[in-house]
């Protein structure tokens, strides 16, 4: 049976300020407990799924994530300046995901499905929706923490 997160679950971690107790249980829709799945699917912001699930996943799985967004990053690196943000990502969630406190991985987890959506993001064409694809770009990536997580 998978694992099901409370309210009370959400709020020790130390969302924004936007995330009070009652806008979270009010996403919870009359429910006690979502699964990880259901909390990465809630109807809010990306990046606030992307936030809150990279935060509710074990430490390993959390890292390997990050490993799997920076080999993205990396795909999608096309210019020069792209492959150096993508590398200064990469160092830097290296040095996180190394860190034995969850939170912390879980920044650097973050930090890497962000820069590998940000080079998806500067390779679409000059008028393209640069802000879709990015969006797009970590809906996919949620998707595959969520795939590594039911493993």
């Given at each position: 049976?998978?694992?099901?997160?409370?309210?009370?679950?959400?709020?020790?971690?130390?969302?924004?300020?936007d995330?009070?107790?009652?806008?979270?249980?009010?996403?919870?829709?009359?429910?006690?407990?979502?699964?990880?799945?259901?909390?990465?699917?809630?109807?809010?912001?990306?990046?606030?799924?992307?936030?809150?699930?990279?935060?509710?996943?074990?430490?390993?799985?959390?890292?390997?994530?990050?490993?799997?967004?920076?080999?993205e990053a990396?795909?999608?690196?096309?210019?020069?300046?792209?492959?150096?943000?993508?590398?200064?990502?990469?160092?830097y969630?290296?040095y996180?995901?190394?860190?034995?406190?969850?939170?912390?991985s879980?920044?650097?987890?973050?930090?890497?499905a962000?820069?590998?959506?940000?080079?998806?993001?500067?390779?679409?064409?000059?008028?393209?929706?640069?802000?879709?694809?990015?969006?797009?770009?970590?809906k996919?990536?949620?998707?595959?923490?969520?795939?590594?997580?039911?493993k």
């Amino acid at each position: 049976m998978p694992k099901k997160y409370t309210v009370t679950d959400i709020m020790n971690k130390e969302p924004c300020p936007d995330y009070t107790e009652e806008v979270v249980t009010e996403l919870w829709k009359d429910k006690k407990s979502l699964t990880f799945k259901e909390v990465c699917n809630l109807d809010i912001a990306i990046d606030d799924r992307v936030w809150i699930s990279a935060r509710l996943v074990p430490i390993e799985i959390a890292v390997k994530w990050a490993d799997y967004c920076a080999d993205e990053a990396q795909k999608h690196a096309s210019y020069a300046a792209d492959v150096v943000a993508a590398d200064v990502a990469a160092y830097y969630a290296a040095y996180y995901a190394a860190s034995a406190a969850s939170a912390t991985s879980a920044y650097a987890a973050s930090a890497y499905a962000y820069a590998a959506a940000n080079a998806a993001a500067a390779n679409v064409a000059y008028h393209a929706d640069r802000k879709t694809t990015r969006n797009k770009e970590l809906k996919r990536l949620l998707d595959k923490l969520v795939e590594m997580n039911d493993k």
